[in-house]
């Protein structure tokens, strides 16, 4: 069982930076890849980011390519994502997800997920 711990969210005006994190503990000689997801009120879980826990290996969705950036610390168990030049449509709760086979997007395909942290941009 892995548990997820997520922190950084908070308040920022359009245009600014947040860094969001995510700690893992136990069982964590199971993760392979762990991604990033966001949830806007009455919208779907989208995914955001992903990256391999060996290689570190990224993939990132069209609507944030080229501003947000996800990295990882092995020896933490932890992944990070950098937000950079947030829009107010980047608000969402975002959770951090370990994966565990199936199509990298879905969120059926992650079974641990953290409580998730909340992003306000303000415009």
């Known amino acids: 069982q892995v548990q997820l711990v997520e922190s950084g969210g908070g308040l920022v005006q359009a245009g600014g930076s947040l860094r969001l994190s995510c700690a893992a503990s136990?069982?964590?000689?199971?993760?392979?890849?762990m991604a990033w997801f966001r949830q806007a009120p009455g919208k779907d879980r989208e995914f955001v980011a992903r990256?391999?826990?060996?290689?570190?290996?990224?993939y990132y969705a069209d609507s944030v390519k080229g501003r947000f950036t996800i990295s990882r610390d092995n020896a933490k168990n932890t992944e990070y994502l950098q937000m950079n030049s947030l829009k107010p449509e980047d608000t969402a709760t975002y959770y951090c997800?370990?994966?565990?086979?199936?199509?990298?997007?879905?969120?059926?395909?992650?079974?641990?997920w953290g409580q998730g942290t909340q992003v306000t941009v303000s415009s």
């Open positions: 990256i391999t826990w060996t290689g570190g290996s990224t």
């Open positions: 997800a370990v994966f565990t086979g199936g199509a990298i997007n879905l969120p059926k395909s992650y079974n641990y």
């Open positions: 136990g069982g964590t000689f199971r993760i392979t890849a």
